[in-house]
């Protein structure tokens, strides 16, 4: 790939102006534009910097990094080397030591690397040694999910959603890029303005958080409202892993046609439309995708897009299968559930991608028939049916194996959701009788 001439002086610039000048700020968080892509003008280069915890295993280090690298990719850049260093915990200055810092530096300097970016989140004054040291746009997880939300959310929830946290993510970090700043200038005399700079800089921050907050409670009401009309329908939410399938299951499911495509966080607002089966109609939400290490800012100000999972009663726990992370993938998708207070609600597992999705070979012939059917109970990907019958024993209830994609198995899941739905619609609404179901306008 063609690597630009070093740009390090504008890209240093930029980062600063996000991050101390309001006025920059604003126009960046405030038109939910991408901060990566936005800056993107020439196309971007990034290395990615990780200290995993010593129980990570080398593949599980290297599944994220291929996360990471495709998280980049997603908002707009191109994951051009990777730099992994092994610490007891991040360095709480600079975290990575010393000798990876410098090489590192080195890297980016021959290669004309626009950013750096880490596979955590960085303190306030992480990012200020790391930026003052590497002089150029450093960006760490949080900060390139945001990027990736603003330039997908489209619906004014969405957008004001992933504002506030832009706001949420800047405010603790005014103070250190200020300071930097005064350190550069010399300091003397620079000490009282530089406080008072950051003083109206946190106003104007805070006051912006307030407002949207507002806004976000004026838009929740309507929400609110809306769902109540939507009163004698159950409520079914895709919920799971980010890029698994759930708007192509959507669409598929439904008469929907909901954007999917292979990228990370395609979808960033809920949608909700209307499905008939097994002669019940009930109300199908296709909602945001999660990923390991979501940031916490993010899901408090995602809560309006979180109550269509919070309020559902049933989830479709969708999983691609065919990833090799993909029981992490569930653990995640579980544990964020449970976060955001929606861990109780009855799940259906659906396991998405079979036409993508490779058994291990084992191969058996008369006299080692055993010892095959040993090894098949204990192979990293055993054959479907096996894998199956170890989940229903898990859950005890049924999953269903099915390919969005090819269609293959989905009147199984049209079936399974059915009987599902109409049993509840049961429980839930007894006297409710067909011809009687709320009437509702998909948005
Ligand atoms: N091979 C294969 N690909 C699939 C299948 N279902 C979805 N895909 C592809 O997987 C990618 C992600 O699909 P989406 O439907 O956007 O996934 P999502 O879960 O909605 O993703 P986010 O909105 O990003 O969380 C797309 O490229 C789809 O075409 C499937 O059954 N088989
Ligand atoms: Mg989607």
Same mark, same amino acid.
């Given at each position: 790939?063609?690597?630009?001439?070093?740009?390090?002086?504008?890209?240093?610039?930029?980062?600063?102006?996000?991050?101390?000048?309001?006025?920059?700020?604003?126009?960046?968080?405030?038109?939910?534009?991408?901060?990566?892509?936005?800056?993107?003008?020439?196309?971007?280069?990034?290395?990615?910097?990780?200290?995993?915890?010593?129980?990570?295993?080398?593949?599980?280090?290297?599944?994220?990094?291929?996360?990471?690298?495709?998280?980049?990719?997603?908002?707009?850049?191109?994951?051009?080397?990777?730099?992994?260093?092994?610490?007891?915990?991040?360095?709480?200055?600079?975290?990575?030591?010393?000798?990876?810092?410098?090489?590192?530096?080195?890297?980016?300097?021959?290669?004309?690397?626009?950013?750096?970016?880490?596979?955590?989140?960085?303190?306030?004054?992480?990012?200020?040694?790391?930026?003052?040291?590497?002089?150029?746009?450093?960006?760490?997880?949080?900060?390139?999910?945001?990027?990736?939300?603003?330039?997908?959310?489209?619906?004014?929830?969405?957008?004001?959603?992933?504002?506030?946290?832009?706001?949420?993510?800047?405010?603790?970090?005014?103070?250190?890029?200020?300071?930097?700043?005064?350190?550069?200038?010399?300091?003397?005399?620079?000490?009282?303005?530089?406080?008072?700079?950051?003083?109206?800089?946190?106003?104007?921050?805070?006051?912006?958080?307030?407002?949207?907050?507002?806004?976000?409670?004026?838009?929740?009401?309507?929400?609110?409202?809306?769902?109540?009309? %939507?009163?004698?329908?159950? %409520?079914?939410?895709?919920?799971?892993?980010?890029?698994?399938?759930?708007?192509?299951?959507?669409?598929?499911?439904?008469?929907?046609?909901?954007?999917?495509?292979?990228?990370?966080?395609?979808?960033?607002?809920?949608?909700?439309?209307?499905?008939?089966?097994?002669?019940?109609?009930?109300? &199908?939400?296709?909602?945001?995708?999660?990923?390991?290490?979501?940031?916490? $800012?993010?899901?408090?100000?995602? $809560?309006?897009?979180?109550?269509?999972?919070?309020?559902?009663?049933?989830?479709?726990?969708?999983?691609?299968?065919?990833?090799?992370?993909?029981?992490?993938?569930?653990?995640?998708?579980?544990?964020?559930?449970?976060?955001?207070?929606?861990?109780?609600?009855?799940?259906? &597992?659906?396991?998405?991608?079979?036409?993508?999705?490779?058994?291990?070979?084992?191969?058996?012939?008369?006299?080692?028939?055993?010892?095959?059917?040993?090894?098949?109970?204990?192979?990293?990907?055993?054959?479907?049916?096996?894998?199956?019958?170890?989940?229903?024993?898990?859950?005890?209830?049924?999953?269903?194996?099915?390919?969005?994609?090819?269609?293959?198995?989905?009147?199984?899941?049209?079936?399974?959701?059915?009987?599902?739905?109409?049993?509840?619609?049961?429980?839930?609404?007894?006297?409710?009788?067909?011809?009687?179901?709320?009437?509702?306008?998909?948005?």
């Amino acid at each position: 790939m063609a690597n630009k001439p070093n740009s390090n002086s504008r890209n240093t610039g930029s980062t600063r102006n996000f991050n101390t000048d309001t006025t920059q700020a604003h126009t960046s968080a405030g038109t939910g534009k991408s901060r990566v892509h936005a800056t993107a003008a020439e196309h971007e280069t990034a290395v990615m910097v990780s200290v995993p915890p010593r129980r990570q295993t080398e593949a599980q280090t290297t599944e994220y990094m291929d996360e990471l690298a495709f998280l980049i990719e997603t908002a707009g850049a191109t994951a051009t080397q990777r730099f992994v260093q092994r610490l007891e915990k991040p360095d709480i200055r600079s975290y990575v030591g010393e000798g990876k810092l410098a090489e590192i530096k080195a890297y980016v300097k021959h290669n004309s690397t626009s950013m750096v970016v880490f596979d955590d989140d960085l303190s306030p004054s992480q990012l200020r040694n790391l930026e003052a040291e590497l002089k150029v746009k450093i960006v760490d997880r949080s900060l390139l999910i945001l990027d990736i939300f603003a330039l997908r959310a489209k619906s004014a929830t969405a957008r004001t959603q992933v504002e506030l946290a832009q706001y949420q993510y800047l405010l603790p970090r005014l103070t250190g890029l200020w300071t930097h700043l005064d350190k550069q200038r010399g300091g003397v005399g620079m000490k009282g303005p530089g406080e008072t700079e950051i003083e109206t800089d946190r106003r104007i921050v805070r006051d912006r958080i307030a407002f949207l907050k507002e806004k976000l409670e004026t838009l929740d009401k309507q929400a609110t409202t809306r769902r109540k009309d %939507r009163q004698g329908l159950i %409520r079914v939410s895709l919920v799971g892993y980010t890029n698994v399938g759930k708007s192509t299951l959507m669409n598929a499911l439904g008469k929907a046609e909901v954007f999917a495509e292979n990228k990370l966080f395609a979808t960033v607002d809920a949608t909700t439309r209307k499905v008939v089966l097994n002669q019940t109609p009930f109300l &199908l939400s296709d909602t945001v995708g999660f990923i390991r290490k979501l940031p916490t $800012k993010l899901i408090e100000s995602f $809560k309006s897009t979180l109550d269509e999972i919070r309020e559902a009663d049933l989830l479709l726990h969708v999983v691609d299968i065919s990833h090799p992370n993909f029981e992490e993938q569930i653990q995640v998708v579980n544990d964020t559930l449970l976060e955001i207070g929606a861990a109780d609600k009855p799940i259906l &597992l659906v396991f998405n991608k079979i036409d993508q999705y490779r058994p291990d070979e084992i191969l058996a012939d008369d006299f080692a028939a055993e010892a095959a059917e040993a090894e098949r109970e204990t192979a990293a990907r055993p054959p479907l049916a096996q894998l199956q019958a170890t989940y229903m024993a898990k859950l005890h209830d049924p999953v269903v194996f099915v390919s969005a994609q090819t269609k293959e198995n989905l009147d199984e899941l049209r079936q399974l959701l059915g009987q599902r739905v109409a049993a509840l619609h049961q429980q839930r609404y007894p006297h409710l009788a067909a011809g009687e179901y709320g009437e509702y306008e998909a948005e």
